[in-house]
């Protein structure tokens, strides 16, 4: 038994204590306790001195004991991401994931401004982050993300932010930062940034900073009743070339979206697109395709059918183009698109 490196308990639903006897494995380097109903975490397991991975997702009401996270010296992974948001009376845990030396990747979800603002104060744990989720951080107006410090980030999740207006990226110089690691080339602040989904943001207009993510290959937005554009008309109006936005994006799902006008003002070539859901974002009159966007990849187009026939597009050979490809969802079906779990 103490010879055990790994111990992966996920989804064990009806586990509800911390099993007995873990603590002795003193050679156990990942634990994986996600989707578990564990109420929470025994002080005995500071005796994993070789633990490297800690996984806590979706365990809603998990208590974690003072001061265990920190005793956990070579820890180099932690989540602890969709279900159990740091609120503002559970800072203190990020204070002890700062502390430990060989922390290197966090997936955190938040629920509270305070909580949000003590994670960007600090470079180290921003640098660490791979997975962030804000829900219901009802007193968040403008998230501003730095474009060094989380720079390794890969996905980001926008859950009923109810006031929030803006999302801006903060372009940093080099030397604003200690010890910066990441070269930045072609201003792709967040080039591992592959998934983003912002539902229910009732007060967002756009989403202009994702032109920073050349990387993004999943975007879902909904129910962002405000949003009139996902990218700003003002973002490439000088050019009449393809901007190269979204060249890595395969699925993109919009609904519930009543103002939305426009994805993008120009076309856009989307040489990785492969599904495409619009649903009752009725104004939305145009798609940025011209007879070479997703030539290659396109697999279907899902949306209203009245709303198909009412777009508009340069020339019938391009409307041709892509009507093989669309399959009618009506409004009271659920929007559901292949790989996109919450």
Known sequence: MPLIRVLNLSATHRLTEFPAGIERLINLEYLNLSMTCIQQLPTEIMNLAKLRCLLLDSMHSLIIPPNLVSSLSSLQLFSMYDGNALSTYRQALLGELESIELLDELSLSFRSVEALNRLLSSYKLQRCMRRLSLNDCRKLFCLELSSLSLSYLETLCLFNCLQLEDVRV????????????????????????????????????????????????????????????????NYGASTSEHVRVFTRLATIVLGGMPLL????????????????????????????????????????????????????????????????????????????VSGMGV
């Open 261 to 336: 006008e426009s994805i993008y003002q120009g076309t856009l070539l989307f040489p990785a697109l492969e599904v495409m859901c619009v649903i009752n974002c009725p104004k939305l009159g145009r798609l940025p395709f011209d007879a070479n966007s997703a030539a290659k990849t396109l697999k279907k187009i899902e949306g209203d059918i009245d709303w198909w026939y009412g777009l508009q597009w340069e020339h019938e050979t391009i409307e041709l183009t892509f009507i093989k490809y669309f399959s009618p969802q009506y409004l009271a079906d659920a929007i559901h």
């Open 170 to 233: 903060n372009i940093e110089r080099a030397y604003d930062i200690p010890n910066p690691v990441l070269i930045l080339r072609n201003k792709q602040y967040f080039g591992k940034l592959r998934d983003v989904k912002i539902w229910s943001c009732p007060k967002l207009q756009n989403l202009t900073w994702l032109v920073h993510a050349a990387g993004l290959e999943s975007l879902s937005i909904q129910s962002c009743e405000s949003m009139k554009e996902v990218i700003s008309h």
